[in-house]
């Protein structure tokens, strides 16, 4: 997790998954686990605040590459976030740990395919200023796999599944075909993952004698997660685990919930 250069932290994150279905590695280890802190990335890209990323039409080369370099960044700090699944959280059955471990070396398959149609562009990954969302709230749930499988997977790569159709038809639009098939592989493998991070929600929750749709809408407000852009992505989500009360209220607006 501390690896800053990508090539390097997608190797060694395919590393991990063969060696913990080799039984290779010791998850239950008793030292302490340090403070979560920044994970290691490269100087570039520069960060800003979500909202100071610009905006860029894909119709010219910048904008088509900028797009690619969204899409590159969340996928760079998804590697990190499922590794620190695998490091942070103790005293779990040995799967959560594989399951994460398979999560990491997807991810770092994902970057590797989009790193590559950037640099078939002309272009390369740090070339684009990019936002920390993802990792910063990585960081609010550090303390509580509860709620870091509700906010991380359930809600933030959960909009990722609403956000692809749309990025698919502007590449449609521009000829795109290799990003497209690129595309396809990561919609297929995030559904996955968002039902990995599904499954262990309501298990803790099923621990913990909570309601899973009611705990999860509470953790949303607790720490002011983003609510889903409309529209939702229903066949994809429902693949994930959402059933259609939660996609219901999760469909209308935040202030007509409240």
Known sequence: MRECNP??????AERLRANAHAGCLAFDGDEPVEPIGEAGRPPRPVLVVPGAVPRRRPATREGHAALLHAIAHIEFNAINLALDCVYRFRGLAQDFYVGWADVAAEEASHF????????????????????????????????DPLARMALVPRVLEARGLDATPPIMRKLQ?????????????????????????????????AQRGLAPEANYLALIDR?????????????????????????????ASRATRK
Do not use: S
């Not at 990003?179 to 297929?188: Q, Y």
């Open 112 to 143: 590797g395919l989009l790193r590559a149609r950037l640099q078939a562009l002309g272009y390369d990954y740090g070339d684009f200023p990019a936002h920390n969302g993802l990792w910063e709230m990585t960081v609010k749930t550090a303390d």
């Open 223 to 251: 720490f002011d997660a983003p609510w889903p852009r409309p529209p939702l992505n229903l066949p994809a989500r429902r693949q994930a685990g959402f059933g259609e009360e939660e996609l219901e209220v999760l469909a």
């Open 173 to 205: 639009a521009i000829g795109d075909a290799e990003t497209l098939a690129v595309l396809d592989i990561i919609l297929r493998d995030e559904i996955g993952h968002v039902a990995l991070g599904d499954r262990w929600f309501r298990h803790f929750c």
């Open 7 to 12: 090539a390097r932290k997608c190797a060694l």
